[in-house]
Nanobody, 121 residues
Framework: QVQVVESGGGLVQPGGSLRLSCAAS????????MGWYRQAPGKQRELLAT???????TYADSVKGRFTISRDNAKNAMYLQMISLKPEDTAVYYC???????????????WGQGTQVTVSS
């Protein structure tokens, strides 16, 4: 089995910063692309950023310049540094991981349970 857990969410004032973490554990052979998504109430889940095992990154226009994605391959971990937060960044943030488990010859997609980020004064 593979488990994915996010942490680091919370309440922050507009203009503030937060750092989210995502950790994958269990029967992992390899991890390729990792990504962060978010879903606000009444809205579709939105892709924010991705990072490959080589460190190549992509960002949604809505967060480019404010959010930074990174990963630690040795720890099977990923991070999202968020600065200049806005009320419209309020959402549940999800970690998405493309994992090849030790018991499979192909990758599967795993999601974390989500962590709430609330930007409000």
């Amino acid at each position: 089995q593979v488990q994915v857990v996010e942490s680091g969410g919370g309440l922050v004032q507009p203009g503030g910063s937060l750092r989210l973490s995502c950790a994958a554990s269990g029967s992992i052979f390899s991890i390729s692309t990792m990504g962060w998504y978010r879903q606000a109430p009444g809205k579709q889940r939105e892709l924010l950023a991705t990072i490959t095992s080589n460190g190549d990154t992509t960002y949604a226009d809505s967060v480019k310049g404010r959010f930074t994605i990174s990963r630690d391959n040795a720890k099977n971990a990923m991070y999202l540094q968020m600065i200049s937060l806005k009320p419209e960044d309020t959402a549940v943030y999800y970690c998405n991981v493309q994992v090849r488990p030790t018991y499979q010859r192909y990758e599967s997609t795993y999601w974390g349970q989500g962590t709430q980020v609330t930007v409000s004064s």
